[in-house]
Structure formats: C-alpha cells, structure tokens
C-alpha cells in the first residue's frame, strides 16, 4: 500500500476526531518505514519502465509493429520488486528488440533479392517474348498477304475468263444468234397478242355478206399453172418435168459451175448424191424423208441441189422454209445455203426465197399462207427433229432427213 492509499483509508475510516487510540497508533507507526520504502521502490520501478517503454518507441524503426503500450494495471502486475528483476526484464526487452530488428533486416534482404530476381528475370525474358511476338506477328501477316495475293490472282483470273466468254458471245454466231433469237422471242409474243387482239376485234364486226362474184372463165393455160402448183413428179403427166430433172442432175454430177448464178449448185455433185435427189424426185413424189448423210453438211448439198432443181423448174414461186430446233443450227443451214446456192443474207427472210424456223406451228402457218398466195413452200427438216408434225405432211413438197442408227450425226 502506497502513502495515498494509507491516507485515504485513514480519512476514509470514520474514526473519531481523536484519531486512532495510543494502542492502534503504536500498531502502526513501526509499519511506516516499510511503507516508505515500498512506496520509493513502486515509484523507482514506475520511472524505471517509463523509460524502458519510451526506449521501445524510439527503437522501433519505421515500418515495424510498435510495442502495446500496458496499461497501468499491467504495468503494476508485472514490475518487478527487486532491481534484479528489472534489470532482467530489461535485457529480455533489449533481446527481442535486436530479433525484431534483425528479421525486419532479413525481410528487407529478401524482399530485395526478389525485386533483384523478378528484374533479371524480365530483362531476360522479355526480348525473347518480343522476338517470339513480332516472329509470330511476321509470319501471320505473311500469311495473310499470300492468302490475299492467291485471292486476287483469282479474281483476276475469273474477270479475265468472263472477259473472254463475253468477246466470244459477242463475236461467234452462237452469241449473237441467241441475242437475236431472244429478241425474235419477244417480238413473236408482241405479234401473238397483238393478233388475237385484232381477231376479236374482228369477231365483233359486222360485215354484209358480199355479193358473189361473176364466174370469168379461165384459160385453160391458167389452170395447168394452178395444176402445177401441187406437183407430182412420178405420175405420166409430169414427162417433161422428169426429164428436165434427170438433165439438171446430170449437169451438176458431170459438168459442176462454181461460179455460176444465184440459185445455182457451185459444189461437187457426187453420184450418191444424185441417187439420193432422184429417190426424192421420182420414187417419193417430192414428199418423203431421206437417209442422213452422216453430217449436216452433205446433208445441206442435198437440199441445195433440189432447191436449185426446184427453182429451175417453178421460178421464184419456191419458197424454202426450213426447220431446225437451235438457232446455231439454223445458222449452219443458213452459211451452208449460202456457200452451195451462191446466195447472200438479203435472200433470208419473211418475204424472201428462204425463210428459217424454230418451231414446226409458224413455219405451218406460214407455209398455209404461201399456198393461199400461190406460191409453192418446200418444206426443209434438220435431223435433229425427232418428231415430224402432222400438220406438216399436208403441203406438196416436204424433206425430211432421217437418222442414220449406223452412222451418227457429226456437229
């Protein structure tokens, strides 16, 4: 107990104001140099670890834990009583100081080799990872310059080949005749519609029936004309017409004129040639089909010899009307009439010598008209018309050329 304490129990103890009895004090007063000496010892140990603990604070470096200040309690409970005992506690203190200030050294020396090690590792490695990174960079962008390099070649490729089909559309007959044909198409259709609108139109007239006309009796020279319009060459009554038509193919066989007139053969006139026109002539009336001669050429000799023979005979009212499925086909026909014929592009044509169709219904309808005209159609059909129609076997004069199993057509 401290002098304070002592005094305030003394105040505190309610003894009367005399104060403590003779007996009491003589108790007490032998205490008091022991009191004194405890109270010294208390306030000794007290500076004594003030300044311990204020050593602490200014021995603890920056970045370390400070020490927990101990309360005044603590602070009591663990002083020592003897100068021994705080001496002791002093070094234990001064100990564990020097510890913590060595591994705070220790830390510092191995946070510093990491720094060291993590900035020696990135100085080595990072020119490698850049060389690997532009490498890689390289050789993509290599790549893709030869991807685009084979991508426009091509495409330059592919351009030029549609430059080339486009010149040769524009240049060959195949181009230009299905343009033509394309065109020829929607005309046809303009002239269908426009024909059945007039056929109506002419459906809702009325029209007086108009007198008959006066019978004219014609001469007998008009009626052989009309007669010879629907020929027949085998029959007894077409005598000279044979023979005129034996002579014609003998002359072209024997004595061949390439630079004869218009309408006349300019080519070779071979045997088998003149055995087929004169199986077509005399055994088949002019209406029949012939075997194929194995290519359209000689196929179109035939027929330029019996258009030559025809127009010999009949003049300019034969008109050839020919048949063929393509336009390039057509266009065969057309260039071989030409070469065999001696005839130029100014004879094709709707109101011409020679006219070309596609499809067997104009050319019927055409050829209907040119009887009603009095004109005398041959009809002309390519090999590649597989079917033969009807309609087509009713006019006086029809060729056809038939297939040939043994020997196939050559384009």
Known sequence: MNPDELQNLDTNAGLPEGGLPSEATAAVNPLEPEVGAIATTDTATTDTADRIEAGLLDAVPDGAVAPLALSDSSASAVRPSSPEGETHEVEAIAQRIARLQQQEAQLKRDVADLQTAYNRLVREQMPEAQLALGRLVTEGLGDLEQRRQTLQLSVEQ?????????????????????????RIQGFKDYLVGSLQDLVVAAEE?????????????????????????????AEQGFQEQNRQIRKLLDLYRTSPDYYGAAWQLRRTFEPIHAERVGNWFFAQGGKGALRTMGSRLQNILVASTVISILRKVYGPRVRTLILAD????????????????????????????????????????RADRL??????????????????NLSLLQFPLWLAFASDPAKPMMY
């Open 158 to 182: 592919l351009e030029r080949r549609q430059e080339r089909i486009r010149a040769e559309m524009r240049s060959t007959f195949a181009g230009s005749s299905q343009d033509v044909a394309i």
């Open 371 to 388: 009887v009603k005209q009095k004109q005398l159609p041959l009809i002309i059909m390519d090999e590649s018309e597989d079917v033969v």
């Open 205 to 233: 007239l009325k029209l007086a029936a108009p007198a008959p006309p006066p019978e004219v009796k014609r001469p007998a020279s008009r009626e052989r004309e009309e007669e010879a319009i629907a020929p027949q060459f």
């Open 326 to 365: 393509s336009p390039e086909r057509l266009g065969e026909w057309r260039r071989g009439l030409q070469d065999c014929l001696g005839i130029s592009r100014s004879d094709f044509g709707s109101d011409q010598g020679v006219v070309l169709f596609e499809a067997p219904e104009p050319l019927a309808q």
